[in-house]
């Protein structure tokens, strides 16, 4: 047994799912001056479910970490400025084709958007599109378009720190490097001001670690095939379900409050074990797991481009469905429906050529 392309995938389709509905209703600021009903939860249900769901960020980095390790488990080290390059156009590739469609619809629909680059100084703009094409403002602290697009900053710097983890944890050890990297989050975290030195950016390396971790170890795996009903497979998976199941309700209303100071601890736990959840639990269920697949393959077009929809060009009309989770599916289906569009753009422009050219001569 494995952990598959196609379980990375189920996974991403769940983060997808948790992303779309935190991003929708977070806080009451997402909905503020709109009649919802949240129906069959409470309001207060409904925002503190949307909260958890933040730790979509962290699945994402994990899933990061593992596949990284796995690849450069088989990568020569004299190999890894290779894979660093392929990994980081493959990632900026998918986000260039969506930003000038973004800039474009933006210009056309609501050309107020654009006025987030807007400076005294013409140079300033340039840069600040600049830093934003390059996936680069959160990093620097200068505007973006589409606020989401601040983990393109974080994927970049996880494909270049991760052969740097990953050798230091062959070398050293998987305690060695967990100390280290307990002493420097806490260093940063109380030395520095966020205006000084982004924690966003430092504090998901415990998660990245656990990711490399659970590759390198076959944890997953491990986890999955430990039976504790050995001779009875079905009433296993049936304990299993409860059991897991009451383990996360815990963490979706015990995770608000767990000490901040400590988050990246909290957001590397947690998530480990919402991704052994998706593994165990959710992964045997056949029609949930093919729906879950499709998800996870469309989930970075809808990581890219669902804000538009939902916080621009359409919020009035999801949010004025007034039922909740009639918002969150009508976004979900209009979401995978703007991703298969982008697909089709790519493949039928030459996008996708073009890029499989690049890649190859990378």
Excluded at 144 to 167: D, K
Excluded at 315 to 336: A, R
């Amino acid at each position: 047994m494995q952990f598959t392309k196609k379980d990375t995938s189920l996974v991403k389709g769940v983060a997808i799912l948790m992303m779309l509905f935190h991003h929708c209703f977070e806080s009451t600021g997402r909905y503020a001056g709109f009649e919802m009903n949240f129906f069959p939860l409470t309001e207060s249900q409904t925002v503190t479910i949307a909260s958890f769901f933040k730790i979509c960020v962290a699945l994402f980095v994990f899933l990061s970490g593992y596949g990284i390790a796995k690849t450069l488990e088989k990568t020569p080290e004299d190999g890894y400025k290779r894979q660093i390059c392929r990994r980081t156009f493959s990632l900026m590739s998918g986000f260039w084709f969506i930003f000038v469609l973004s800039i474009i619809s933006s210009a056309i629909i609501m050309p107020s958007m654009l006025n987030v680059y807007n400076d005294p100084h013409i140079i300033n703009r340039f840069i600040f599109v600049l830093y934003d094409f390059l996936g680069l403002a959160e990093l620097f602290g200068t505007p973006t378009l589409i606020g989401t697009w601040w983990y393109m900053s974080l994927a970049l710097i996880i494909i270049a720190i991760m052969p740097v983890l990953y050798r230091f944890y062959k070398k050293y050890g998987m305690i060695a490097l967990l100390v280290v990297t307990f002493l420097f989050n806490g260093f940063i975290k109380h030395a520095f001001d966020d205006k000084i030195v982004n924690f966003d950016m430092i504090r998901w390396t415990f998660t990245l670690e656990l990711g490399m971790i659970c590759a390198d170890k076959d944890l997953l795996v491990k986890i999955k095939e430990f039976k504790w009903i050995k001779k009875n497979r079905v009433v296993d998976y049936i304990l299993k379900l409860f059991v897991y199941s009451a383990i996360l309700g815990l963490c979706v209303y015990e995770r608000r409050y767990m000490d901040c100071n400590v988050s990246y601890l909290r957001d590397g736990i947690i998530p480990l074990f919402v991704v052994i959840y998706c593994y165990t639990i959710l992964a045997p269920i056949p029609g949930l797991r093919n729906i879950l697949w499709f998800l996870g393959k469309h989930s970075m077009n809808i990581f890219l481009s669902h804000t538009l929809l939902r916080a621009f060009f359409l919020k009035d009309f999801l949010y004025g469905l007034k039922y909740s989770m009639l918002t969150f599916g009508v976004l979900l289906v209009l979401s995978v429906l703007l991703s298969i569009i982008i697909d089709l753009l790519k493949k039928y422009t030459g996008y996708d050529k073009l890029c499989s050219k690049i890649m190859s001569k990378i």
